[in-house]
């Protein structure tokens, strides 16, 4: 069974930048797709990335489109998320997540689930 470890957020002002980083167990992470998903308070869970197995193949929501950027490392088991021009409304517990497909930007393929990062965005 597959672990997956967020750690990266933190609190931040509007404008500014963090990078999350998902740690994952398991030799067989460079088969499957993996995804950052984000919760705020009030409001669904929400797919905001996801990255093919090889790393070639990426999906943003249009929320995010040009501030924030996925990316993989198989060799060391990883997963990024490099987020910039935050704003107050990208506050929100981040999850990284595993999906049970070699590509798919669909939310409901993804099956492995991290505790999740807090990230605060002030204004």
């Known amino acids: 069974q597959v672990q997956l470890v967020e750690s990266g957020g933190g609190s931040v002002q509007a404008g500014g930048s963090l990078r999350l980083s998902c740690a994952a167990s398991g030799r067989t992470f460079s088969s499957n797709a993996m995804g950052w998903f984000r919760q705020a308070p009030g409001k669904e869970r929400e797919l905001v990335t996801a990255i093919s197995r090889s790393g070639v193949i990426t999906s943003y929501a249009d929320s995010v489109k040009g501030r924030f950027t996925i990316s993989r490392d198989n060799a060391n088991n990883r997963v990024y998320l490099q987020m910039n021009s935050l704003k107050p409304e990208d506050t929100a517990i981040y999850y990284c997540?595993?999906?049970?497909?070699?590509?798919?930007?669909?939310?409901?393929?993804?099956?492995?689930w991290g505790q999740g990062t807090q990230d605060t965005v002030s204004s």
């Open positions: 997540a595993r999906s049970l497909m070699a590509w798919s930007d669909r939310s409901t393929v993804f099956g492995s």
